[in-house]
C-alpha cells in the first residue's frame, strides 16, 4: 500500500484500548477470491461461446451442422411434430432428441474446445501477469537493492522487524529513489520476496521511529498473511478478464457486422442490431457484469489492508500506527467504501477492535448470490449443450458444485460472525438476513446472466416472474434454514475455551455438501416453468362421488417435483442424519470429564421423536377400524379404473400422519428454550421417522389386514408377509421429505410464539447438570442404533433412485 501522510516528529499517540486476541478464521480475502474467480469463468466462458459464433468458418460449420441434423431428425421414422399426447408420443420424441444431439456432437466438441482455449488463454495471461509483476515493478519504479553493506544499521532494524512479525526468511529489502511519500509495497513470488521502502519513509527513520516501525509492520504483515500471491493474482484475473474475455466480446456485440456472412441463421446471438432490445439488456447486462468483478477484486485489495493493520498493531506498534492513520487524507465516501483502500476510520475502528475483521457484510453475502447465480446459469447452459446430452442431469451436477461453494462461503461468513461473541444470541443479519441477501442476490445473478440475455428477449429468462418468484421464496427459506443449523452448531463448538481446530471445518463441509444435495435439486426444478407446481392426487377408482374421501385422496397424494428427487435420493436421509451426529460427535469429544454449561439434550430430542412414533402408533391402529366404519365395502374394493386405488389411498394418508408427526416433533423442539435446537430438531424428526416407519410395517398393516379394512376376499390368514426392502425404504424417505417439508411453517410458527412466550414470562435457567453413565450409555447405544439404520435405509434406496433417475432422463 502507499501511505500519503506526512511525517509526524514526536510519534505521540492517544492511548489505545488493548486489542483483543485475532480470530482464528478462514481470511475473508480467500473468500472473496473465490468469489471472483468464479465469476470471471462463468462469465468468460459463455461470453467465449458467443464470441464462436461471430467468426465465420465456426459459424458456418455450426449452421451446417444443425440444418443437417434437422433434416436426418424429420426424416427419421415415426417422427412428428404434433403435440407429445401419450406415453408412446414422449418416447418417440425422446429418441428423437438423442439421435439430434449424437448428430451435433462433432460440432459441440468443438465448441467446447474452442470455449477452453479461451479459458486456458485467460489463465495464462493472468498467470503471466502475476509472474511478471515483480519484474515490472522493480524496472518501473527503479528500485534500488537494500544491503548490509550499503546501510549496515537500518538494514539490521529490517531484518529485525521481520523477525517479530513471525517470517522465517527475510524479504528482498527495495528503495524507492524516487517516490517522496512516506509508504511501502510487498511484492514478489512465493520464492522471492520484496518490500519497497519510499524516500519519504527511510526520511521517517530518522525523525519518526515509531511511525516508521508500524509502516514497516504493517507491509511485512502482508508476507505473513500469505495475501501478496492473492492480490496480484487477483490483479492479473482483472487486467485478463477485460483484455482477453471483455473487450472481444463488447467490439463483436456492438459491431456483429465485422464479420457478416451471406448465410441465412436465424440464432438471435448473431442477431443483435436488427433487434436492439436483447443488444441493450446483454450490454447492461455485461456492464453489471464488470462491476461485480471489478468491486469483487477491489474488496480482496481493501480486506489485505484492515489484516495487515491488525497484524502490526499486535506487534506492539498500535500507538504509533493509529497516529499514521489519522493522518491519512480521507477520500470520498464511495471510493473509501467500493474502492482499493478502506476509509481511515475503518482501519481505526479495526486496529481497536480486532472482532470487526470477522464482521459480515450484506454486499458481501450478495455478491456470492450474484456469482452463484451467474454460475449457474451460464456454466449450467454450457455444460447442458456441450458436455452432457441431458439438460436436467447438467442443472444438477452444476447446481450440486455450485450450491457446494456458495454454501461454503455463507457457512465461513457465519462462523467469523459467530466467533466474534459465540456467547451472544446472534442478530437476524447473522442468520436469517445474510441467507435471504444471497439468495436474493442468486437471482438477480440469474437475470443477469449473459446466458439469458442471449435466448429471451425480456428480462425473466425461460421462466416467468411468478415462477421466479417461487423459486427465489424457496431457496430463501433453505438458505435460512442452513443458516439457522450453521449459527447454532457453531455457537456450541466456539463457546467452549479449547476447540478442536477440525470441528468448525467439519461443520462447514456439512453444510456445504448439504448445499450442494438442495441445490442439484432446485436448480433443473427452477429451469422451467412447472418445476415448483404442485400436483394434487388422482381422484379414487371407487368412491369418487364420496366428498370427503376423494379430498383425502388429493391431500393424501399430492406431488412435488422437488420432494421426490429428495425421496429418490440415497443423501437425503444421510444429511438429515448428519445434522444431528456431527454436533453430537463434536459435544462428546468436546466435553470428555468436562461440565457443559450448554448441555446437548440427545435424549430428551429422542424421547420427544419416540413420543410422535407413538402418536402415529395410536393413530395407525384407530384408522382401519374408522376407514371400514366410514366407507362401504364397494368404496374399499381393489379394482382399479380409471383412478387410485383405496389400498393406495390408504398407505398414502399413513405416511402423510406420520409426517404430519415428524413437523410436530420438530416444531416443538424449536419452540422450546435452549440451544442446538435445529439440530435437535432434525433428531427427534429422524426418530419419527425411522420408528414411524416400523410401526406402520409391523405393526399397524398387520392391525388393517386383521381387520381386513381392504376388503380381501377371501381374509388372508397370515398378516405377517414378506417386507420388500426397497418399499420400506421409500416410505421412510417419503415421511422425513415431507415432514420436513410440514415443518418448516409450523416450526416459523412455533420459534416465533416461543420467543413471545419467553420475552412475557421471565425464564429460570435450570442448573446444568451430568447426565449419569447409565443415561449416557443408553443415549449413545440408541444414536449409534438410529444413525446404523438411517445408512442401511439409505443404501436400500439406491436401485429405485437410479431407476427413477432413469426414468425423468429418458422417459
Not at 457 to 474: D, E, I, K, M
Request: proline share 7%.
Amino acid at each position: 500500500m502507499t501511505w500519503t501522510a506526512a511525517p509526524r516528529h514526536d510519534g505521540a499517540g492517544s492511548a489505545m484500548p488493548r486489542p483483543a486476541r485475532p480470530i482464528a478464521t478462514p481470511a475473508a480475502s480467500t473468500l472473496r477470491f473465490a468469489l471472483l474467480a468464479a465469476v470471471v469463468l462463468a462469465t468468460s466462458g459463455f461470453a467465449f461461446l458467443s464470441v464462436y459464433t461471430f467468426l465465420p468458418d465456426r459459424l458456418h460449420r455450426l449452421s451446417t451442422a444443425i440444418e443437417l441434423c434437422e433434416a436426418e431428425r424429420s426424416a427419421a421414422p415415426g417422427w412428428s411434430d404434433t403435440p407429445i399426447v401419450t406415453e408412446e408420443d414422449a418416447q418417440r420424441s425422446d429418441a428423437a432428441h438423442r439421435r439430434l444431439s449424437e448428430c451435433l456432437t462433432p460440432v459441440l466438441v468443438d465448441q467446447v474446445a474452442f470455449v477452453a482455449g479461451g479459458v486456458a488463454l485467460l489463465i495464462a495471461v493472468a498467470l503471466a501477469s502475476y509472474l511478471s509483476h515483480p519484474w515490472w515493478i522493480v524496472r518501473r519504479r527503479r528500485l534500488k537493492r537494500l544491503s548490509e553493506s550499503t546501510s549496515p544499521r537500518l538494514w539490521g532494524e529490517l531484518e529485525q522487524l521481520s523477525r517479530e512479525i513471525g517470517l522465517g526468511t527475510p524479504p528482498d529489502w527495495r528503495f524507492a529513489p524516487f517516490a517522496r511519500t512516506t509508504g511501502g509495497q510487498a511484492f514478489g513470488l512465493p520464492w522471492h520476496r520484496y518490500v519497497q521502502l519510499d524516500a519519504g519513509l527511510l526520511l521517517l527513520h530518522t525523525t519518526d521511529r515509531p511511525a516508521f516501525r508500524a509502516v514497516v509492520l504493517h507491509e511485512l504483515a502482508h508476507l505473513r498473511h500469505e495475501d501478496v500471491d492473492r492480490t496480484y493474482l487477483t490483479i492479473g484475473i482483472w487486467r485478463s478478464f477485460v483484455a482477453v474475455a471483455l473487450l472481444p466480446y463488447l467490439v463483436l456485440a456492438v459491431h456483429p457486422e465485422l464479420f457478416r456472412t451471406p448465410l441465412d441463421w436465424h440464432w438471435r446471438d448473431v442477431q443483435l442490431v436488427e433487434d436492439p432490445g436483447p443488444t441493450v439488456y446483454r450490454l447492461g447486462s455485461l456492464l453489471v457484469l464488470t462491476a461485480v468483478v471489478y468491486l469483487t477484486r477491489n474488496a480482496i485489495l481493501r480486506v489485505r489492508e484492515t489484516h495487515a493493520d491488525v497484524a502490526a498493531a499486535t506487534q506492539g506498534s498500535g500507538d504509533a500506527l493509529r497516529s499514521v492513520l489519522e493522518r491519512l487524507p480521507t477520500s470520498r465516501y464511495w471510493w473509501s467504501r467500493w474502492g482499493t483502500h478502506p476509509h481511515p476510520r475503518r482501519r481505526l475502528a479495526t486496529v481497536a477492535d480486532h472482532r470487526l475483521l470477522s464482521t459480515v457484510g450484506l454486499w458481501e453475502l450478495a455478491g456470492v448470490g450474484i456469482a452463484t447465480g451467474l454460475v449457474c446459469a451460464n456454466a449450467g447452459f454450457l455444460v447442458g449443450i456441450n458436455v452432457l446430452s441431458d439438460p436436467r442431469l447438467a442443472l444438477a451436477a452444476v447446481g450440486f458444485l455450485v450450491g457446494v461453494v456458495a454454501v461454503a462461503l455463507l457457512a465461513v461468513a457465519i462462523w467469523r460472525a459467530v466467533a466474534r461473541d459465540p456467547a451472544r444470541v446472534p442478530s437476524a443479519l447473522t442468520w436469517l438476513v445474510g441467507p435471504v441477501v444471497l439468495a436474493a442476490g442468486c437471482g438477480a445473478g440469474s437475470f443477469l446472466s449473459l446466458q439469458v440475455a442471449a435466448t429471451v428477449q425480456v428480462p425473466g429468462g425461460l421462466v416467468g416472474p411468478s415462477a421466479w418468484v417461487v423459486s427465489t421464496l424457496l431457496l430463501m427459506t433453505a438458505g435460512v434454514l442452513i443458516a439457522g443449523w450453521i449459527t447454532s452448531t457453531a455457537r456450541g463448538v466456539l463457546i467452549a475455551p479449547e476447540t478442536a481446530p477440525w470441528a468448525m471445518p467439519t461443520v462447514v463441509a456439512v453444510a456445504a455438501l448439504l448445499g450442494g444435495l438442495l441445490f442439484a435439486v432446485w436448480l433443473p426444478a427452477s429451469a422451467v416453468p412447472s418445476g415448483f407446481a404442485i400436483r394434487w392426487g388422482e381422484p379414487p377408482a371407487i368412491g369418487a362421488d364420496i366428498g370427503w374421501y376423494s379430498g383425502i385422496a388429493r391431500w393424501a397424494d399430492v406431488r412435488f417435483d422437488p420432494a421426490l428427487r429428495l425421496v429418490f435420493n440415497p443423501f437425503t436421509l444421510l444429511f438429515v442424519t448428519v445434522l444431528w451426529l456431527v454436533p453430537a460427535i463434536i459435544r462428546r469429544g468436546r466435553n470428555r470429564g468436562v461440565p457443559d454449561l450448554q448441555p446437548l439434550r440427545l435424549g430428551a430430542a429422542l424421547t420427544v421423536g419416540a413420543i410422535g412414533a407413538a402418536g402415529v402408533l395410536v393413530i395407525g391402529a384407530v384408522l382401519p377400524f374408522a376407514a371400514k366404519a366410514a366407507l362401504p365395502v364397494w368404496a374399499r374394493q381393489q379394482e382399479v379404473v380409471d383412478g387410485v386405488a383405496f389400498f393406495a389411498i390408504y398407505d398414502a394418508a399413513g405416511v402423510t400422519i406420520a409426517a404430519v408427526a415428524v413437523a410436530v416433533v420438530m416444531a416443538v423442539i424449536v419452540g422450546r428454550p435452549g440451544p442446538d435446537r435445529p439440530a435437535l430438531a432434525a433428531l427427534a424428526g429422524s426418530t419419527t421417522a425411522v420408528l414411524s416407519t416400523l410401526v406402520i410395517f409391523f405393526v399397524t398393516d398387520p392391525i388393517a389386514c386383521h381387520v381386513n379394512v381392504w376388503d380381501f376376499s377371501p381374509a388372508p390368514r397370515r398378516c405377517f408377509g414378506v417386507v420388500y426392502a426397497q418399499s420400506f425404504s421409500r416410505v421412510a424417505h417419503e415421511i422425513i421429505v415431507q415432514g420436513i417439508i410440514l415443518a418448516i411453517p409450523v416450526m416459523i410458527l412455533a420459534a416465533a410464539l416461543g420467543a413471545a412466550y419467553r420475552r412475557r414470562v421471565p425464564r429460570i435457567v435450570p442448573t446444568p447438570r451430568q447426565t449419569g453413565a447409565l443415561g449416557t450409555v443408553a443415549t449413545t447405544v440408541l444414536l449409534i442404533l438410529l444413525a446404523a439404520f438411517t445408512v442401511y435405509l439409505s443404501l436400500l434406496i439406491l436401485p429405485l433412485a437410479h431407476d427413477d433417475w432413469l426414468r425423468r432422463t429418458f422417459g
